[in-house]
């Protein structure tokens, strides 16, 4: 189902539904940090890769981070600025900052797919967020040997520092503390993701927060999720709203505002620029 509703009559029922909300749950995808200017391909990707573009030939970041380096030293050289120019650096756009503006005084729960740490950074409570894919900011032993992940700040400092020729000194290359194998990326890609402490945590308080607010009136705002993993927000957010009359669940997704028939008259479809939509809502008023 597509939204026939006009662009703007869209925004003033979102608004309505995010005034009227006992409860708002966040789900979000890398859509909405693209349109937060955390963009891979083109001028950023260029301004930051074109010697590695210039060396191995690939176009965009994401492809960067799957190329074959011959060496670890040159794995970690890419990674190194990867993460940096993608965990470290501030926002670029405003689209966080004007959500945490829609629902800081609201009971709120963020989910999300994204690994770039930007909710907390921006200033969302951490006791709400739940990261499901990992995070850009730690690192796991990549056998792994245990169940626990490392802060990588440091690290990635000096290797960014340290590097020349799109190369990192050997004795910067991150090892496990505890039995000594290389450290890897703790990002979901298959079974030998680390679920540390911390990831448990986060997903207990957010099956806690759905349980606690089940039959309230609940507005389920699903911002830049694709369908590369629909089962983590998209699945759930529409059964949840399927389950619960009271429910709103809304889509904001440049190209792939969509949402089942059965849950139509409970669903908001907004085919647009997040960023703009965001915007669009702090300058709409709506109906207490």
């Known amino acids: 189902m597509k939204s026939t509703e006009t662009y703007l009559d ?20 890398a859509g909405l940090s693209t349109s937060a200017g955390f963009v891979y391909t083109g001028e950023r990707f260029k301004r930051y890769f074109s010697d590695f573009e210039a060396k191995y030939g690939f176009h965009d970041m994401y492809s960067g981070g799957f190329y074959p380096y ?23 756009g405003e689209a966080y900052y004007d959500l ?12 999300t797919t994204n690994v770039d ?17 990992g995070d850009y900011g730690l690192l796991q032993c990549s056998e792994p040997c245990c169940n626990e992940t ?5 690290m990635i400092w000096k290797m960014l520092a340290g590097q020349k020729n799109m ?13 000594g194998k290389p450290l890897t990326m703790n990002l979901r890609s298959d079974d030998s993701f680390v679920e540390d402490t911390g990831w448990h945590s986060a997903a207990e308080r957010y099956e ?23 089962v983590i927000i998209k699945y759930p957010f529409w059964k949840l709203t399927a389950q619960n009359n009271r429910a709103t669940y809304a889509c904001v997704n440049f190209g792939e505002a969509i949402a089942p028939g059965e849950i139509k008259e409970q669903s908001i479809c907004i085919n647009a620029d997040i960023a703009a939509v965001l915007k669009g809502l702090g300058q709409t008023s709506g109906t207490q």
């Open 70 to 92: 011959p060496t670890p030293e040159e794995h970690w050289a890419y990674w190194s600025r990867y993460i940096y120019y993608n965990r470290y650096v501030d926002i670029p």
């Open 208 to 230: 806690k927060f759905l349980r606690t607010r089940s039959g309230k009136r609940i507005l389920l705002l699903e911002l830049g999720v694709g369908f590369n993993t629909p």
């Open 117 to 133: 740490h930007c909710f907390q950074k921006t200033g969302f409570d951490k006791e709400r967020l739940f990261y499901t894919q």
């Open 150 to 154: 490392f802060e990588n700040e440091d």
């Open 10 to 29: 869209s925004i003033k029922k979102l608004r309505e539904s995010l005034d009227k909300a006992d409860a708002v749950v966040i789900g979000a995808g």
């Open 100 to 111: 945490l503006e829609l629902v800081k005084d609201k009971d709120y729960f963020v989910i």
């Open 167 to 179: 190369r990192v000194p050997t004795e910067l290359l991150p090892v496990c503390p505890h039995c």
